[in-house]
């Protein structure tokens, strides 16, 4: 009777001990799930294939009808001590031919070569070359890392359940992104990030990125799937081979 009131007692006891962490806590068990600080730091150069689909909110064919997708497939191609991107895509939407481009994003500026049809290159945009650096800040190793280097730009969430599971949350306001961070209890990886912004058709969008499918690659761990929502409707789903 002794031993059995003592595991109950454990076993109640272990989320409470894990759900008290704190915020700079979460951050620093998440960098060691995924290989550790040092390893993640040291990262010079990561390629990663992927295919997935897009799809276009708001070009349903009904009100009933879930968005069209894009099927998309190519590679992208990160220098992690430059800060530099290289992305080559293939895109085949529901009805056209199919669209192949390379974009090279560096220093603030970015080249966007079009290979469907005549080739040409031209300078990318400056709202693309801004949502390249966003999606490199917003690589789970780098607000990680960038979390850990700016404690006080963390401060606690409430807890919630996501896919059945317990996450602890974590806001990280650090210049231009402001996010919720949601950590596995259990396996203490960052599963799932928020963010809110203004929309023109949409009004406040709220973007949710889950991570998952967590395997090792060398001396670290990255999330072979990621999906993407916005206001609960599916946006983006990529698998990282």
Do not use: K
């Amino acid at each position: 009777m002794i031993r059995t009131c003592a595991l109950l007692s454990l076993l109640v006891a272990a989320p409470a001990v894990l759900r008290a962490q704190a915020p700079n806590e979460l951050v620093a068990r998440a960098l060691q799930a995924m290989g550790g600080e040092t390893a993640l730091r040291g990262l010079r150069t990561v390629s990663v294939d992927y295919h997935g689909a897009v799809f276009g909110i708001g070009q349903s064919e009904t009100a009933e009808s879930p968005p069209r997708a894009t099927v998309a497939s190519g590679s992208v191609r990160t220098d992690w001590q430059g800060f530099r991107r290289e992305r080559s895509q293939e895109l085949r939407p529901a009805a056209g031919p199919p669209a192949l481009s390379r974009r090279v994003t560096a220093g603030g500026i970015g080249l966007l070569v079009n290979a469907s049809g005549t080739p040409s290159e031209a300078a990318d945009g400056p709202g693309n070359v801004a949502a390249a650096e966003r999606a490199m800040r917003r690589e789970p190793d780098r607000i990680l890392l960038a979390a850990l280097d700016n404690p006080g730009a963390l401060a606690p969430l409430p807890d919630r359940t996501w896919r059945g599971e317990q996450h602890d949350g974590v806001r990280f306001a650090l210049g231009p992104d402001t996010l919720a961070l949601y950590f596995d209890r259990f396996s203490g990886l960052l599963t799932l990030v928020e963010a809110i912004s203004d929309d023109p058709i949409l009004g406040d969008r709220r973007t949710a990125t889950a991570y998952t499918r967590w395997q090792s690659a060398g001396a670290v761990r990255l999330p072979r799937q990621v999906d993407v929502t916005a206001n609960g409707q599916p946006q983006e789903h990529w698998i990282h081979t």
